[in-house]
């Protein structure tokens, strides 16, 4: 939000900070065990064949611990995929990428509102650069680094862009 408001962040070191507050969010809420029973679920061809669902084996094991609110959308994100007739890799991406995308509308409904509450219409240039941030910033790369293990909060090295010590800032 900070980094939306001020002109000269608006570009990377927006987009940088909210890939590393969805990760942030992702990481406190999406528990360890909760992912390992999905990669689990998918590394096991004959898990698959006979065994439940998917998202009935996530919806068991999140009953047993309790579950934070990003699980329990992404189970319901499955249950609605493997209702649809989607299975395995592809709908876990899908059900985990479904849920930070509400995660971020959430999160942007929360920014605008306190930007129109405080500022008014002045803020419509950071609300929009908040806006073009979250859209640029990809559900489905997320879900698929989140799912293969690589959630770390880092920006992809093809996303990084190097500093330029000449550039002129005026």
């Not at 094991?61 to 699980?71: I, K, S």
């Not at 890799?89 to 930070?100: E, H, L, M, T």
């Not at 995660?103 to 129109?116: N, V």
């Not at 500022?119 to 908040?130: C, K, T």
Request: hydrophobic letters at 35%; aromatic letters at 2%; charged letters at 35%.
């Amino acid at each position: 939000m900070k980094h939306s408001a001020r002109e000269a962040d608006r570009r990377d070191r927006a987009y940088l900070s909210a890939n590393r507050a969805m990760a942030d969010d992702c990481k406190r809420e999406l528990s360890p065990e909760f992912l390992a029973r999905i990669r689990s679920k998918l590394a096991d061809p004959q898990k698959r064949l006979f065994s439940e669902r998917l998202s009935e084996t996530c919806a068991s094991n999140a009953d047993e611990r309790g579950t934070q609110v990003l699980e329990q959308d992404v189970v319901a994100n499955l249950r609605r995929r493997e209702t649809c007739g989607q299975s395995g890799k592809n709908a876990a991406v899908g059900a985990i990428a479904d849920a930070i995308s509400r995660r971020k509308e959430a999160q942007f409904r929360a920014m605008e509102g306190h930007w129109l509450n405080k500022g008014g219409a002045s803020m419509a240039p950071a609300i929009e650069a908040a806006k073009r941030v979250l859209n640029a910033l990809s559900s489905t790369d997320l879900a698929s680094r989140i799912l293969e293990g690589q959630m770390d909060g880092s920006v992809p090295e093809r996303q990084k862009k190097k500093v330029n010590l000449d550039e002129d800032l005026r």
